[in-house]
């Protein structure tokens, strides 16, 4: 069997495999709950592989090893920021969310303040955040088909954009939760598995010495010593460092902020398997970001420059695949290309769970908070009318997410990753924050967190030199970038804390400090956390 039909037969396989679970699935998708939440009937263990399958993505997978095997030591800093944030969502967020909430992050605001101006504010924020995150997803897939099937053509990787988006749609309108869970659990025990497997092949090629292996890939990569210090990325000026200091703290504080992340907290029955489960996510990614380190030096070390270098015509987010393909003895060799389809297949699977959870944070925020909370607020609706239009969003959400994916592909994609990372901590964190550790929070105070967080964030990053300016820029021809920073964090998250502190103290709302207490309860103990959040 040639590479490329073994390529093809490992795709199919994988696809196949999460196409016959989103089919089962869908038997058991009966109601709301079902569709939102899986029923709220998966263990700490289960959803705890399921957190993890969500948040190992393809920025992680590809992005990381890549940005390690271009900048050493400061490539991984995405992987050590990444980790640190889950302690956040430990402390500060997945208990008192999943009891204070119902289906979405809207819910746990509405409870104490006006349904309509926060409900929409949360809706807007989610669709944003989850669209940024998508757009990582799919230039990876476009990535990974075009190294796969050994072509350059922009309608081909155009073509696999679309495909990826007409699957994902497919997970989300078929399965709901429960399926797009279970692909996310097998996602996730795939990708443990690719990942270890090219970690111990590379480990062989170097006797388990990982000082041989840093020596080598410092050699390789032409920067010498340096490639094992900090400041080949963040350190060659102040607007560097300042970079750098913006990016740890949009990547610390955005976890706890995702939607796609934070929906997730809702599926389990108890505040206790909330908290388990985040305990399992924090020990399989922990365990995860340990190989990107091993993936991206190895990288660094095995690879040619020009294969991960885009100003050398290479591309860093195939670094692992590639590395893939040359410890199975090179390109050419049935092992390179036995690896090289494996581990392609598990990352394609990867972006696959990962656009599913995405899609489904953003349309259950549609249907849930937009239609049934704002637009027919005081009109009975059915479940079923519920689903249906949660089931359409994810038709719209899936088709803006593949426009935006096409021009977006010469973007690293754990850069993109960040970027989410940083309009979901200004514009979700605050709010989230402010409402269960203050009791005078009120409705103006998280309106103006979320829509001045989110503008803010939007705005800097579309002045930034991530959008034009540079070669690498969205619009390399173009340049307005007046805002010198990548990432926007460094602004935009205290922004959107003091926004939300000046719009709570500019106006009282004496409904949303009585019900304060009530809420308090909930979060802490769970004592009517099944009942509906509507007031």
């Not at 605001?109 to 309509?116: K, V």
């Not at 996602?187 to 010495?209: C, D, H, R, T, Y």
């Not at 609706?381 to 803006?400: C, M, N, P, Y």
């Not at 979901?424 to 309106?447: D, E, H, K, Q, Y």
Request: charged share 10%; hydrophobic share 55%; net charge neutral.
């Amino acid at each position: 069997m040639d590479t490329q039909a073994l390529t093809t037969f490992l795709f199919l396989s994988v696809v196949a495999l999460t196409i016959g679970i989103t089919f089962w699935a869908s038997r058991q998708t009966k109601t709301a709950a079902d569709f939102y939440s899986g029923g709220r009937s998966f263990s700490g263990f289960q959803n705890g592989l399921a957190i993890g399958g969500d948040y190992m993505s393809a920025a992680s997978f590809l992005g990381i090893s890549g940005a390690i095997a271009l900048y050493g030591y400061d490539g991984f800093l995405y992987s050590i920021g990444f980790l640190v944030a889950w302690l956040v969502a430990l402390l500060l967020v997945a208990e008192m969310l999943r009891n204070a909430g119902r289906y979405t992050m809207a819910d746990q605001l509405a409870f104490r303040m006006s349904q309509r101006p926060v409900r929409t504010a949360a809706s807007v924020s989610t669709v944003v955040v989850s669209i940024f995150y998508l757009l990582a997803q799919m230039v990876g897939a476009g990535s990974l088909v075009a190294l796969l099937l050994g072509v350059d053509s922009e309608a081909l990787k155009n073509l696999t954009i679309v495909g990826v988006g007409v699957l994902m749609i497919f997970y989300v309108v078929v399965g709901g939760m429960k399926g797009t869970t279970y692909v996310q659990i097998v996602k996730a025990v795939l990708l443990m598995i690719g990942s270890a497997l090219i970690v111990v092949l590379v480990l062989v090629e170097f006797n388990f010495n990982l000082s041989s292996l840093l020596g080598a890939a410092a050699e390789n990569s032409g920067k010498g010593e340096a490639f094992l210090q900090p400041g080949l990325q963040y350190g060659a000026s102040l607007t560097s460092k300042i970079d750098f200091l913006s990016l740890g703290l949009a990547l610390v504080l955005g976890t706890a902020g995702l939607p796609h992340i934070l929906i997730r907290f809702y599926t389990v029955p108890t505040a206790k398997d909330a908290r388990k489960s985040v305990l399992w996510a924090i020990g399989l990614i922990g365990a995860f970001y340990l190989m990107t380190l091993v993936l991206g030096f190895g990288a660094a070390a095995l690879l040619d420059r020009d294969q991960v270098d885009p100003l050398e015509g290479g591309n860093q987010n195939l670094a692992s695949p590639l590395l893939a393909e040359a410890v199975g003895g090179g390109e050419g060799s049935t092992g390179g290309a036995v690896l090289l389809a494996l581990i392609a297949a598990v990352a394609f699977a990867t972006i696959l769970a990962v656009v599913a959870g995405l899609t489904l944070a953003s349309s259950s925020s549609v249907a849930h908070d937009l239609y049934k909370g704002v637009i027919k607020k005081d009109q009975p609706i059915t479940e079923k009318d519920e689903v249906r239009v949660a089931r359409i969003a994810a038709f719209v959400i899936g088709a803006i997410a593949i426009a935006l994916s096409i021009p977006a592909q010469r973007l690293n994609i754990a850069f993109l990753v960040a970027l989410a990372f940083a309009v979901a901590a200004s514009a979700n964190l605050p709010a989230i924050i402010f409402n269960m550790f203050w009791r005078r929070f009120n409705t103006r105070g998280a309106v103006w967190s979320i829509y001045g967080g989110l503008i803010s964030a939007v705005g800097l990053v579309f002045f930034s030199p991530v959008v034009s300016g540079l070669p690498t820029s969205l619009f390399p021809d173009s340049d307005w970038s007046v805002f010198p920073l990548n990432n926007p964090g460094i602004v935009s998250i205290p922004l959107g804390f003091l926004l939300g502190y000046l719009g709570t103290i500019s106006k009282r709302e004496p409904e949303a400090e009585d019900r304060y207490t009530e809420l308090e309860v909930r979060a802490l103990t769970g004592a009517g956390a099944e009942q509906a959040v509507q007031h």
